[in-house]
Protein backbone atom coordinates (compact mmCIF):
# COMPACT_ATOMS: atom_id res chain seq x y z
CA UNK A 1 0.00 0.00 0.00
CA UNK A 2 2.86 2.33 0.83
CA UNK A 3 4.30 1.93 -2.61
CA UNK A 4 1.64 2.37 -4.33
CA UNK A 5 0.82 5.34 -2.45
CA UNK A 6 3.94 6.58 -3.17
CA UNK A 7 3.82 5.88 -7.10
CA UNK A 8 0.58 7.89 -7.09
CA UNK A 9 2.38 11.11 -5.00
CA UNK A 10 5.41 10.97 -7.88
CA UNK A 11 2.65 10.92 -10.77
CA UNK A 12 1.59 14.14 -9.68
CA UNK A 13 5.13 15.39 -9.07
CA UNK A 14 5.25 14.43 -12.44
CA UNK A 15 2.50 16.62 -13.93
CA UNK A 16 3.10 19.50 -11.36
CA UNK A 17 6.13 21.34 -10.84
CA UNK A 18 5.07 23.31 -7.80
CA UNK A 19 5.85 20.71 -4.78
CA UNK A 20 8.75 20.49 -3.23
CA UNK A 21 7.92 16.94 -1.83
CA UNK A 22 5.91 13.84 -1.46
CA UNK A 23 4.69 15.75 1.72
CA UNK A 24 3.78 18.97 -0.06
CA UNK A 25 1.37 16.49 -2.16
CA UNK A 26 0.11 15.16 0.58
CA UNK A 27 -1.48 18.41 1.47
CA UNK A 28 -3.29 18.98 -2.36
CA UNK A 29 -7.32 18.84 -1.42
CA UNK A 30 -7.59 16.93 -5.39
CA UNK A 31 -5.38 14.34 -2.84
CA UNK A 32 -7.46 14.05 0.02
CA UNK A 33 -10.80 13.97 -2.47
CA UNK A 34 -9.35 10.87 -3.90
CA UNK A 35 -8.87 9.22 -0.75
CA UNK A 36 -12.18 10.27 0.96
CA UNK A 37 -13.94 9.31 -2.67
CA UNK A 38 -12.05 5.81 -2.43
CA UNK A 39 -14.00 5.11 1.00
CA UNK A 40 -17.57 6.41 -0.43
CA UNK A 41 -16.67 4.14 -3.52
CA UNK A 42 -16.69 1.20 -1.48
CA UNK A 43 -19.49 2.00 0.99
CA UNK A 44 -21.20 2.53 -2.22
CA UNK A 45 -20.67 -0.62 -3.53
CA UNK A 46 -21.65 -2.39 -0.50
CA UNK A 47 -25.73 -0.99 -0.96
CA UNK A 48 -24.82 1.39 2.38
CA UNK A 49 -25.95 4.65 -0.10
CA UNK A 50 -26.74 6.92 3.07
CA UNK A 51 -22.87 6.32 4.77
CA UNK A 52 -21.47 7.00 0.90
CA UNK A 53 -23.45 10.18 0.65
CA UNK A 54 -21.97 11.02 4.04
CA UNK A 55 -18.45 10.25 3.44
CA UNK A 56 -19.15 12.45 -0.14
CA UNK A 57 -20.76 15.51 2.27
CA UNK A 58 -17.50 15.62 4.28
CA UNK A 59 -14.87 15.44 1.65
CA UNK A 60 -17.40 17.85 -0.22
CA UNK A 61 -17.00 20.50 2.73
CA UNK A 62 -13.15 20.35 3.03
CA UNK A 63 -12.26 20.15 -0.56
CA UNK A 64 -14.72 22.21 -2.68
CA UNK A 65 -14.84 19.46 -4.95
CA UNK A 66 -17.51 16.86 -5.33
CA UNK A 67 -17.15 13.44 -6.83
CA UNK A 68 -20.04 11.30 -6.77
CA UNK A 69 -19.59 7.96 -4.72
CA UNK A 70 -20.91 6.06 -7.59
CA UNK A 71 -18.23 7.40 -9.85
CA UNK A 72 -15.48 4.58 -11.04
CA UNK A 73 -11.75 6.48 -10.94
CA UNK A 74 -9.07 4.72 -12.31
CA UNK A 75 -4.96 4.92 -11.23
CA UNK A 76 -3.34 7.97 -10.75
CA UNK A 77 -6.33 10.64 -10.97
CA UNK A 78 -5.27 14.29 -10.31
CA UNK A 79 -7.49 17.06 -9.24
CA UNK A 80 -5.21 20.12 -9.71
CA UNK A 81 -6.73 22.43 -7.48
CA UNK A 82 -10.78 22.30 -6.84
CA UNK A 83 -14.17 23.02 -7.57
CA UNK A 84 -14.71 19.81 -9.92
CA UNK A 85 -17.74 18.34 -10.03
CA UNK A 86 -18.04 14.40 -11.24
CA UNK A 87 -21.40 12.65 -11.66
CA UNK A 88 -22.34 9.40 -10.48
CA UNK A 89 -21.87 6.99 -13.60
CA UNK A 90 -18.87 8.73 -15.03
CA UNK A 91 -16.07 6.35 -15.07
CA UNK A 92 -12.51 7.56 -15.76
CA UNK A 93 -8.98 5.69 -17.26
CA UNK A 94 -5.59 6.09 -15.48
CA UNK A 95 -3.13 9.07 -15.29
CA UNK A 96 -6.22 11.43 -15.86
CA UNK A 97 -5.99 15.29 -15.26
CA UNK A 98 -8.56 17.81 -14.33
CA UNK A 99 -8.15 21.36 -13.73
CA UNK A 100 -10.01 23.24 -11.50
CA UNK A 101 -13.78 24.41 -12.55
CA UNK A 102 -13.84 21.03 -14.45
CA UNK A 103 -17.18 19.16 -15.00
CA UNK A 104 -18.08 15.67 -15.74
CA UNK A 105 -22.13 16.32 -15.49
CA UNK A 106 -25.02 13.98 -16.73
CA UNK A 107 -27.69 14.50 -19.19
CA UNK A 108 -31.32 14.78 -17.35
CA UNK A 109 -33.56 11.52 -18.55
CA UNK A 110 -37.16 12.57 -19.73
CA UNK A 111 -38.40 8.74 -18.50
CA UNK A 112 -36.65 9.53 -14.82
CA UNK A 113 -34.70 6.31 -15.01
CA UNK A 114 -30.99 7.03 -14.48
CA UNK A 115 -29.02 4.64 -16.58
CA UNK A 116 -25.29 5.57 -17.92
CA UNK A 117 -25.53 9.58 -18.15
CA UNK A 118 -22.02 10.81 -17.58
CA UNK A 119 -18.98 10.25 -19.73
CA UNK A 120 -16.62 8.06 -20.01
CA UNK A 121 -13.05 9.19 -19.76
CA UNK A 122 -9.77 7.74 -21.32
CA UNK A 123 -6.32 7.06 -20.08
CA UNK A 124 -3.97 10.03 -20.20
CA UNK A 125 -6.83 12.76 -20.89
CA UNK A 126 -6.15 16.07 -19.65
CA UNK A 127 -9.30 18.55 -18.99
CA UNK A 128 -8.66 22.02 -18.93
CA UNK A 129 -9.94 24.53 -16.41
CA UNK A 130 -13.90 25.13 -17.37
CA UNK A 131 -14.08 22.78 -19.26
CA UNK A 132 -17.59 20.58 -19.48
CA UNK A 133 -18.10 17.15 -20.55
CA UNK A 134 -21.71 16.53 -20.08
CA UNK A 135 -23.79 13.25 -21.20
CA UNK A 136 -22.69 9.38 -21.83
CA UNK A 137 -20.27 9.85 -24.18
CA UNK A 138 -16.58 8.64 -25.06
CA UNK A 139 -13.35 11.18 -24.56
CA UNK A 140 -10.75 8.67 -26.30
CA UNK A 141 -7.16 8.48 -24.79
CA UNK A 142 -4.67 10.88 -24.52
CA UNK A 143 -7.08 13.72 -25.46
CA UNK A 144 -7.56 16.80 -24.64
CA UNK A 145 -9.77 19.60 -23.92
CA UNK A 146 -9.31 23.10 -23.78
CA UNK A 147 -10.36 25.60 -21.48
CA UNK A 148 -14.24 26.40 -20.84
CA UNK A 149 -14.79 24.02 -23.61
CA UNK A 150 -18.28 22.33 -23.60
CA UNK A 151 -18.10 18.47 -25.16
CA UNK A 152 -21.52 17.20 -26.15
CA UNK A 153 -20.18 14.42 -28.36
CA UNK A 154 -17.32 11.57 -28.66
CA UNK A 155 -13.89 12.74 -28.61
CA UNK A 156 -11.59 10.90 -30.61
CA UNK A 157 -8.14 9.27 -29.54
CA UNK A 158 -5.23 12.26 -28.89
CA UNK A 159 -7.83 15.01 -30.53
CA UNK A 160 -7.51 18.59 -29.10
CA UNK A 161 -11.12 19.95 -28.35
CA UNK A 162 -11.92 23.79 -28.00
CA UNK A 163 -14.83 26.19 -28.27
CA UNK A 164 -18.49 25.73 -27.37
CA UNK A 165 -19.77 22.97 -28.75
CA UNK A 166 -16.33 21.84 -28.76
CA UNK A 167 -14.73 20.99 -31.94
CA UNK A 168 -11.62 19.42 -33.01
CA UNK A 169 -8.61 21.66 -33.89
CA UNK A 170 -6.28 21.31 -36.53
CA UNK A 171 -2.79 21.15 -34.14
CA UNK A 172 0.07 18.93 -35.37
CA UNK A 173 1.06 16.16 -33.38
CA UNK A 174 4.57 16.40 -32.23
CA UNK A 175 6.89 14.10 -30.34
CA UNK A 176 7.03 16.66 -27.55
CA UNK A 177 3.50 16.96 -27.72
CA UNK A 178 2.99 13.38 -26.97
CA UNK A 179 3.75 13.13 -23.34
CA UNK A 180 1.68 15.26 -20.50
CA UNK A 181 1.51 19.17 -21.57
CA UNK A 182 -0.44 21.07 -18.81
CA UNK A 183 -3.89 22.34 -19.33
CA UNK A 184 -3.87 20.18 -22.37
CA UNK A 185 -2.16 22.81 -25.01
CA UNK A 186 0.38 21.58 -27.13
CA UNK A 187 0.40 25.00 -29.52
CA UNK A 188 2.95 26.90 -27.73
CA UNK A 189 6.21 25.59 -25.15
CA UNK A 190 5.29 29.35 -23.13
CA UNK A 191 1.58 28.79 -22.89
CA UNK A 192 -0.51 30.86 -20.76
CA UNK A 193 -4.14 30.22 -20.10
CA UNK A 194 -4.89 33.46 -20.24
CA UNK A 195 -4.06 33.56 -24.48
CA UNK A 196 -4.80 29.97 -25.06
CA UNK A 197 -7.52 31.54 -27.38
CA UNK A 198 -5.22 33.29 -29.36
CA UNK A 199 -2.45 30.71 -29.22
CA UNK A 200 -5.05 27.52 -30.35
CA UNK A 201 -5.83 30.41 -33.57
CA UNK A 202 -2.31 30.80 -34.62
CA UNK A 203 -1.48 26.91 -34.68
CA UNK A 204 -4.58 26.29 -37.04
CA UNK A 205 -3.58 29.65 -39.01
CA UNK A 206 -0.04 27.81 -39.32
CA UNK A 207 -1.96 24.61 -40.08
CA UNK A 208 -3.92 26.01 -42.74
CA UNK A 209 -1.13 27.39 -44.30
CA UNK A 210 0.82 24.67 -44.73
CA UNK A 211 -2.05 22.49 -46.19
CA UNK A 212 -2.15 25.75 -48.84
CA UNK A 213 1.42 25.63 -49.17
CA UNK A 214 1.15 22.00 -50.24
CA UNK A 215 -1.77 22.24 -52.35
CA UNK A 216 0.05 24.90 -54.12
CA UNK A 217 2.86 22.65 -54.57
CA UNK A 218 0.62 19.79 -56.03
CA UNK A 219 -1.17 22.16 -58.56
CA UNK A 220 2.09 23.43 -60.06
CA UNK A 221 3.47 20.07 -59.91
CA UNK A 222 0.16 18.76 -62.21
CA UNK A 223 0.88 21.98 -64.40
CA UNK A 224 4.03 21.48 -64.95
CA UNK A 225 3.12 17.75 -66.01
CA UNK A 226 0.81 18.86 -68.45
CA UNK A 227 2.96 21.01 -69.80
CA UNK A 228 5.64 18.32 -70.69
CA UNK A 229 2.89 16.19 -71.92
CA UNK A 230 1.77 18.87 -74.29
CA UNK A 231 5.06 19.55 -75.47
CA UNK A 232 5.98 15.98 -76.03
CA UNK A 233 2.80 15.59 -78.17
CA UNK A 234 3.87 18.75 -79.63
CA UNK A 235 7.04 17.55 -80.64
CA UNK A 236 5.61 13.96 -81.97
CA UNK A 237 3.58 15.54 -84.34
CA UNK A 238 6.82 17.25 -86.16
Given amino acids: MLQELTRYLDSIVA ?19 L ?13 LFFMARLVNHISRFLTAIDIHPGAKIG ?15 AEIGDNVTMYQGST ?36 GKGARIGANAVVTKDVPEGATMVGIPAKSTLVEV ?3 TQNFVPYGTP ?19 EMMR ?29
Fill in 210 to 238: MRLASLLEERDAAAAKQSSARKRAGAKRD
Fill in 174 to 176: KPE
Fill in 35 to 47: GLHRAAHWLFEAE
Fill in 75 to 89: RNFFIDHGFVVIGET
Fill in 104 to 139: LGGTNPTNGVGGKRHPTIGDDVIVSLGAAILGPLVV
Fill in 15 to 33: RDPSPRSRWEVLLYPGVWA
Fill in 187 to 205: CNECFDPATQKLEILQCEM
